[in-house]
């Protein structure tokens, strides 16, 4: 009996006999605080990522193949590990430009640690925000929660054709950090040291 193709197997392979180097860049800077808290600020641009018309593309994909049941409805998976463990966050970049904040304020009343890290997509602003708490309840046990907040940003790609003043259809505007299926995440961890 024929099985259905995968959206992996379905999805371009573009630029396989391309002789144009893939360029990955990471530029940044990380300041520490006399309090030892710290903020770091990094820029990544990766040449392979989606321009907007592939970007386009790559959405009505995702698209079509939910509607023939081949990858369930729109939504990337980005914040898991695929294999059903626990994850706390894979960072797999579709589009070429980003921004990577962090900030992180340690030892506050009774061994607490706050912070917060903010991945930024330059080309439609939609993001990924992760606050942080952790505790140092016993010196070998760690307890932590953190949560995953999309941004949807501003939304160019449509699923289905554009109206014919260029807009999308209402509830069909997609931005890369859209496309997570969740409106919002949350891991609790306890780390036992021994």
């Not at 530029?27 to 309090?35: A, H, K, L």
Request: with cysteine.
């Amino acid at each position: 009996m024929p099985t259905s193709p995968t959206l992996d197997a379905i999805l371009p392979q573009r630029e396989l006999e391309s002789d144009t180097p893939n360029t990955h860049l990471i530029v940044g800077t990380r300041r520490m605080f006399s309090d030892e808290s710290n903020l770091s600020l990094e820029y990544y641009f990766q040449s392979d990522g989606y321009d907007a018309s592939e970007f386009q593309d790559y959405v009505r994909l995702l698209a079509r193949a939910g509607a023939m049941g081949l990858g369930g409805p729109i939504g990337q998976t980005n914040l898991g590990s695929g294999s059903g463990l626990p994850s706390k966050f894979t960072f797999d970049p579709l589009r070429r430009h980003y921004l990577i904040a962090g900030y992180s304020k340690p030892k506050i009343h009774d061994d607490w640690t706050v912070g917060a890290t903010l991945i930024e997509g330059l080309e439609d602003l939609s993001g990924l925000l992760s606050p942080t708490v952790s505790w140092n309840a016993k010196e070998w046990l760690t307890l932590s929660f953190a949560g995953f907040i999309p941004i949807p940003g501003f939304g160019t790609a449509c699923a289905v054709a554009k109206n014919p003043d260029g807009s999308c259809p209402s509830g069909q505007s997609y931005s890369e950090y859209s496309l997570i299926p969740q409106d919002v995440r949350v891991l609790f961890e306890a780390r036992a040291f021994y």
